[in-house]
């Protein structure tokens, strides 16, 4: 079955520090893939998107994630964290064209002072 | 541009009362149209998603049903609320182009 897997649902890292939250999807044929943050008691925000043009995608608030298909991945990143980066963080994916979008577990994402 | 409301922000309700929630889009036509339900600590669930007027799927059988009167509002409903409901309720829509745009969501908390 299709599936989207997110490792960890909770990652600390500290202010300043790297962000990194793991994202693997399967799917038989390129997929479409999202990232979404929810902050507490919001609905959920697209943060980018990959729709099969460059692999490297940029996002809003300073995110990008990077399609890598030999590894059916699709992790986000960001150089610096902020406090205000705090949050859930969803990717998904949509397997093949006409599927609904599926929706990983989520990962929420603690900065440390 | 394009803007999703939901309402109530919050509801309280009691256990075996009714339920409505709404959902309204505006700056699009002929939207799909999902509900989803986050129980805490849980992921996404979806419940129901509509691809025209009157035309509604059901992912999961439970006690609670949706309607589309019109092309841009949904409509979740229940007759009767058990205290499993509880949870944030999450409105959404899309396009063509397959991503999803959320509503702001209920707290919806059955006692």
């Known amino acids: 079955a299709q599936s989207v897997t997110q490792l960890g649902s909770h990652v600390s890292v500290s202010e300043g520090a790297l962000v990194l939250l793991r994202c693997n999807y399967s799917?038989?044929?390129?997929?479409?893939l999202f990232w979404y943050v929810q902050y507490p008691n919001q609905g959920l925000q697209l943060l980018l998107k990959?729709?099969?043009?460059?692999?490297l995608v940029k996002g809003i608030n300073g995110f990008e994630a990077e399609f890598k298909k030999s590894e059916t991945s699709f992790h986000l990143t960001k150089p610096s964290a902020h406090m205000s980066d705090a949050a859930e963080y969803f990717c998904a994916v949509i397997p093949n064209r006409d599927d609904k979008i599926i929706f990983g577990k989520g990962t929420r994402l603690h900065i440390l002072p | 541009s394009q803007t999703i409301h939901q309402w109530p922000a919050t509801l309280v309700q009691p256990v075996g009362s009714p339920l409505s929630l709404e959902c309204t889009v505006e700056g699009t036509s002929n939207p799909n149209l999902y509900w989803y339900r986050q129980a805490a600590g849980r992921g996404l669930q979806l419940l129901f998603y509509s691809v025209g007027i009157g035309q509604i799927s059901s992912e999961v059988p439970q006690n609670l049903s949706a309607s589309r009167p019109q092309d841009r509002q949904f409509i979740l409903s229940s007759k009767k609320l058990l205290l499993s409901d509880s949870g944030f309720y999450l409105c959404?829509?899309?396009?063509?182009?397959?991503?999803?745009?959320f509503g702001p969501g209920t707290r919806l908390t059955v006692t």
């Open positions: 990959y729709t099969s043009a460059a692999t």
């Open positions: 959404a829509w899309s396009s063509s182009r397959y991503e999803q745009y």
């Open positions: 799917s038989s044929v390129p997929p479409y």
